[in-house]
């Protein structure tokens, strides 16, 4: 039986993209600029065989072992199947068992769509032995999820408001020093997707137009920050973009509410810890982790700090990386 894998990481963003333009799939309404998390892996493997006469090909998809509905993936399967088609590849026709596999946990904020939609891409692509420029990997990935098109790519990279594509901005050696720390608080699947809180926020949140028109002054301030590595001032800019999307959050109707009250405590360990001279930049996405914005010098102390603090379950932590395995070598 024909098979291939893939593996990508996901893309923690600095500088969040919450909220969709309408004109076409996940088409973000704000500039995101973000990291891949080189520690944290998912690894898809395709297996495939031909489709029995009659009837179209079929794909069926399980992550970390459990089936799951395919109606979420389907798009994305069909459009790389369509490339197949077109590239004439013998496998086109096949049908597809894919099986997804998360090194952390799975729909607790950690952004495993990011990594599960760009490990699905470059799965497939591999297994049906296209040789697709990383542009239209990463526009495809996105049709699965928007934070996808920038899993495409590892290091610093952005999507850019209105775009179909995302790009890099440096590779993963420009800030050696740079670390993020993941804060587990929680290991339990969210309640609340993304995809649909963004949506909730964009319907019914009054403070929405504001967050989508400040957040373009954030983009050339975490930008310019990376550029210098500069830790104070990007982690500056990364906390108001954080902070402003969950304003954003809380004022809908129904409100969203991802923070949990061990994801507040971490909150203000990080404030007292930068009080003490220490690096320690939170941000926080869709899910009650903390992740931390750090540099490799004060990793151990907010290690120590994180372990004694009581308010978490588990600490991951990451260079920053995330080459996808199709882009290595
Ligand atoms: C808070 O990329 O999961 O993590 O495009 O609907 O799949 P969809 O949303 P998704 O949202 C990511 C939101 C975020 C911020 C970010 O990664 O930029």
């Known amino acids: 039986m024909p098979s291939a894998r893939a593996s990508a990481s996901p893309s923690l963003a600095l500088i969040k993209y919450w909220g969709k333009q309408p004109g ?39 992550i970390d072992g459990v089936e799951q509905l395919i109606t979420p993936f389907e ?24 099986d997804s596999r998360n090194s952390f946990p799975t729909a607790a904020g950690i952004a ?10 470059g799965s497939l692509a591999t297994f049906f032995e ?19 098109a920038r899993s495409v790519f590892g290091g610093f990279t952005r999507l850019d408001a209105g775009s179909r594509k995302a790009s890099r901005i440096h590779p993963a050696d420009h800030w050696p020093q740079l670390r993020v720390l993941v804060a587990i608080t929680d290991r339990a699947p969210k309640a609340v997707g993304s995809r649909e809180a963004m949506e909730r926020t964009r319907r019914s949140s009054p403070y929405y137009d504001a967050w989508v028109s ?9 930008i310019a920050a990376i550029g210098e590595r500069d ?16 304003g954003s959050m809380l004022a809908a109707d129904p409100p969203v509410i991802y923070w949990i009250p061990q994801s507040v405590a971490i909150i203000r360990l990080c404030e007292e ?8 930049w939170e941000t926080m996405d869709a899910g009650p982790q ?40």
């Open 24 to 62: 076409g799939v996940n088409i973000p309404a704000t500039t995101s600029v973000a990291v891949g998390l080189h520690a944290l892996r998912t690894t898809t493997e395709v297996e495939g065989e031909p489709s029995p006469a009659g009837r179209s090909p079929a794909a069926r998809l399980s």
């Open 130 to 148: 296209l040789d697709l420029p990383d542009q239209e990997m990463s526009a495809l990935a996105r049709t699965g999820s928007g934070s996808a």
């Open 231 to 246: 830790i104070e001032r990007l982690g500056t800019a990364m906390r108001a973009s954080y902070l402003r999307m969950t």
């Open 273 to 280: 810890l930068r009080a003490s001279g220490i690096h320690a």
């Open 214 to 222: 400040d957040s373009v002054s954030l983009v050339d301030e975490a």
């Open 290 to 329: 903390v992740k931390i914005l750090t540099t490799t010098d004060d990793t151990p102390a907010i290690r120590a700090a994180l372990e004694s603090s009581g308010a978490v379950v588990g600490v991951l932590e990451s260079e920053i990386g995330g080459e996808p395995s199709w882009r290595v070598g």
């Open 75 to 98: 798009a994305v399967i069909a459009a790389v199947r369509e490339h197949a088609e077109r590239a004439g590849s013998r496998y086109s026709a096949y049908d597809l068992t894919i």
């Open 112 to 121: 495993s769509s990011s990594s599960g939609f760009a490990a699905l891409v």
